[in-house]
Structures are given as C-alpha cells and as structure tokens.
C-alpha cells in the first residue's frame, strides 16, 4: 500500500479511537447519569446523526472544492472546539450542544477521508476501503475498551481522552495529509455532457443502493442505543457492554485477511457481498432477541460483525466506482451521510418502540427492514449499462 493510504489509516484509527470512548455510552450517559428517558436519548442522537449528515454532504462538496486537506483540517478544527466545551460543560444542556456540534465536525472529516483512500490507490479498488474499515475497527475495539474501564471511574476522563486524541490527529493531519496529491479532474464540454448523462444513471443506482445501507445502520445503531439500555436493565456492567464492541474490532481487524480469501474464493461481487452479510444480520438479531445473559449477546455481536465486514466496505466501493471524475467526495459524502442517517433514525425509532411496546416488538420491526433492504440491493444496479461484474464498474478488484 502507498505510504499516503497508510498516514490515512494511522489516522483514521487515532480518530476513531477518541470517538468510540464516548459514542457507545452516550445512551448510558443520556439516559443514567441525566435521568432522560430513552425518547430523548433518541432525539439527542438524533440531533447529533443530523449535524454530521450536514457535515458529509458539505465534507463531500469541500473535498471536490478545496481538496482534502483543507477539509480535513477544518472538521478537525470544529470538533476539537466542541470537544474541548463537552470537556468543561458535560450537563444538560450543553451536552446537547456540544454533540450536535462534533457530529457536523466529525461528518466533514470522513468523505475526505475515503475520497483521497480511493484517489491515492486506485488500482487497490475495494481494498482501500476494507484498510480504512480495519482502522475504523481497531479504533472501535482499543476505545471502547478503554472507554468502559474509563466510564466505569468516571465520565470526565471520557470526555478528555476524547480530546486529547483529537490533539493526535489534527497533528497527524497537518504533518502527513498536507502532501497528499489527489488528481483532479480536467473535462472539456463534450466530457462534460457525457459524464453529466451517466452520473444521472449512477447517482440513482448510487441512492437505491443507499436505501438499503440506510436501513441497516438504523438496526445497527440499536446496539448502542436500546440494546446497550436493556444490557443495563439486565444487569450486564458496563465493563462487559465495552468488551462487546472490543470484540467486535478485534474480530473485524483479525477476520479481514480470513474474509478477503473466502470473497476470492466465492468471486462474490459487491452486491452478493451485500446480500451475503445482510442475511448473517438478520441470524444475528434474531439470536439477539432471545438473549438475555452475557453469553447471549456475545453470541449475537460475534455474529453481527461478521455481517457487517460484509456489508459496510462494500457500499463505499460502490460509490466510488460509479462516481464520476471529479465527483469522488460527493459521492462519498452521500454514502456517509446515509450511514449517518440511520444512525439518526434508528435511536429515535428504537426509543419510541421501545418505549411504546417491547424489545421484542423492536427486533420483529428490525428484521422487516433486513427484508427490504434485501429488495434494494438486488434491484440498484437495474438501470445500468454497465453491470457491476466482480464488484466494479472500472474494473477494480
């Protein structure tokens, strides 16, 4: 791998590794320590999921615009404001702001990120994209790990490490992401025309697909919201719900080489990758739905994981193989913003079932929106000319 990708995935980890001490227990938090109710846990997320779907279209349109080093910077530089306020001010309810504040901080920063992965490596197609997916992960399981134990001691820790990781990566992004040359794209008005004619076409598949990747990450996301509540109801520590999602990153960060051999192996393209980890989704929850011990949800996060390496490299790849040139961090932004909007969805979707009805009601909702998902991917790439054969339209593998 280039020497570029690799300062993007140094970073990519240290970022993530300052943001899984907090997002896995802001529910917790929200919910336990100032006494809201799991409706309002939603809408706060809510909140927040919608600031950084502000922040991937306009990180996306900032990538196009000023290159990604630019965006970059400034994400960094607005989440590290809020961060620092979330630091001294953690009540309600500044917390409110403070969060909403970091998610559109925070969604500026990943379209960049994934653009320039995909621009720096292209001849690496989907593998750019499983590297930063890995480094997303390892972030996932070294910080939420440290953020349980943390947690366990005392919130402010939390909301410091944050913040010194934060310090961390804008200074990796100021000294290695400067040098990054990412090719921009020079049309004449003929090329103008075609590309304006085919993006029409890619840019529907791109949100059909979309659909799909929406409504799983609104089911996704009730690992940190409403299962993460019931976890404590049933009086499994905060310490365990941590290790959970440490286990999660290990597996994801171990697995990769075992899973990008049986994807060689099955020729899978990337809607059969797709298809593929939404059914291990749906095992997955229905394994969830009936636990109610340690050992139960072990078994169903175990599962989980292996769904989404599945799923979640997969859609990116996508979007950037049916981007146009020069359009490479919109559709990026696109992709990101939906993940980010069934993060938002899925918080207040899940509290107001809960709430209303039953954990049990919750998982019959969830796997109706496998099911659909199911009818996206298999329908996206219908108005194509050019199928996606072995995952790409470009040829990349």
């Known amino acids: 791998m280039p020497r570029a990708l690799w300062l993007l995935i140094i970073g990519m980890a240290v970022n993530v590794i300052g943001s899984s001490f907090l997002w896995p227990l802001n529910t917790i938090y929200i919910h336990d320590h100032l006494g809201k109710s799991l ?37 960094i530089a607005i989440s590290l404001f809020a961060l620092v306020g979330l630091s001294i001010w953690h009540d309600w ?41 890995v480094a997303q992960n390892l972030g996932v399981a070294v910080g939420a790990s440290l953020g349980g134990i943390v947690a366990d001691y005392s919130f402010q820790l939390i909301f410091l490490a944050n913040t010194i990781m934060y310090v961390i990566f804008l200074l990796i992004a ?15 008005q003929k090329e103008k025309a075609i590309t304006v004619v085919k993006s029409k076409a890619n840019l529907q598949a791109l949100l059909i697909v979309c ?32 290790l ?46 009936k636990a109610s011990a340690f050992s139960g949800f072990l078994v169903a996060m175990i599962i989980l994981t292996i769904g989404e390496m599945f799923i979640w490299p997969a859609v990116p790849t996508i979007a950037f193989d049916l981007a146009p040139k ?13 993940a980010t909007g069934g993060r938002m969805v899925g918080p207040l979707l899940g509290g107001i079932i809960v ?9 019959f909702v969830l796997i109706g929106l496998f099911l659909i998902a199911i009818v996206t991917t298999l329908m996206y790439d219908r108005g194509l000319k050019t199928k996606m054969v072995s995952g790409t339209v470009r040829g990349q593998m």
């Not at 709430?355 to 998982?363: C, K």
Request: aromatic share 14%; hydrophobic share 45%.
């Open 39 to 75: 409706s309002v846990a939603g809408i706060v997320l809510m909140l927040n999921s919608g600031a950084n779907v502000i922040g991937n279209l306009y990180g996306g349109h900032l990538f196009d615009k000023i290159g990604g080093y630019k965006s970059i910077i400034m994400g």
């Open 93 to 133: 309810p500044q917390y409110v702001v403070f969060l909403t504040i970091t998610g559109f901080g925070t969604g500026i920063i990943f379209p960049s990120m994934y653009a320039m992965a995909g621009s720096v490596w292209k001849e690496g197609g989907r593998k750019s994209f499983n590297a930063l997916y």
């Open 174 to 188: 100021v000294f290695g992401y400067k040098g990054i040359l990412v090719e921009n794209a020079i049309h004449d």
């Open 211 to 242: 659909g799909g990747y929406l409504l799983c990450w609104v089911a996704y996301s009730q690992w940190t919201t409403t299962i993460a509540s019931y976890t404590q109801e049933i009086n499994i520590s905060l310490t365990q719900y941590s």
């Open 244 to 289: 959970l999602w440490t286990i999660n990153g290990a597996i994801i960060v171990l697995g990769q080489p075992i899973l990008n051999g049986v994807l060689k192996q099955l020729s899978a393209s990337l809607k059969m990758q797709i298809l593929i980890g939404i059914g291990i989704f749906i095992v997955s929850f229905l394994v969830a739905g």
């Open 326 to 338: 020069g359009r490479e961090g919109f559709y990026q932004g696109i992709v990101n913003s939906t």
């Open 355 to 363: 709430d209303m009805y039953s954990m049990s009601a919750l998982f």
